[in-house]
Nanobody, 120 residues
Framework: QAQLVESGGGSVQTGGSLRLSCAAS????????MAWYRQAPGTQREFIAS???????AYAGSLKGRFTISRDIAKNTVYLQMNSLKPEDTAVYYC??????????????WGQGTQVTVSS
């Protein structure tokens, strides 16, 4: 099974920026879609953004404009650029990738997560 490894998390002050990376162990074209989620303590995992193998992107409405998903096909890596960070963005950020077969998710892979902490 493929593996995903996130990196780029850390601590930043309000208004700062971070870029998260998600490196896949195989070509990202083998996935139908890759996405970023986050989970703050005591909350459910929240969708942030996704990108299909055709390059089509989608965002959670509340985060669009501050967060941008992109990819580097040659590096098998998907990125999440986060700008104008706020304390409420503090969470563990996860990368997800999956394939679809007859409309059913297969190879649903998650990374280990990377911590982002935004201080006021």
């Amino acid at each position: 099974q493929a593996q995903l490894v996130e990196s780029g998390g850390g601590s930043v002050q309000t208004g700062g920026s971070l870029r998260l990376s998600c490196a896949a162990s195989r070509s990202i074209f083998t996935f139908n879609e890759m996405a970023w989620y986050r989970q703050a303590p005591g909350t459910q995992r929240e969708f942030i953004a996704s990108i299909t193998n055709a390059g089509i992107t989608a965002y959670a409405g509340s985060l669009k404009g501050r967060f941008t998903i992109s990819r580097d096909i040659a590096k098998n890596t998907v990125y999440l650029q986060m700008n104008s960070l706020k304390p409420e963005d503090t969470a563990v950020y996860y990368c997800n990738a999956f394939r679809l077969r007859s409309g059913i998710k297969i190879d649903d892979v998650w990374g280990q997560g990377t911590q982002v902490t935004v201080s006021s």
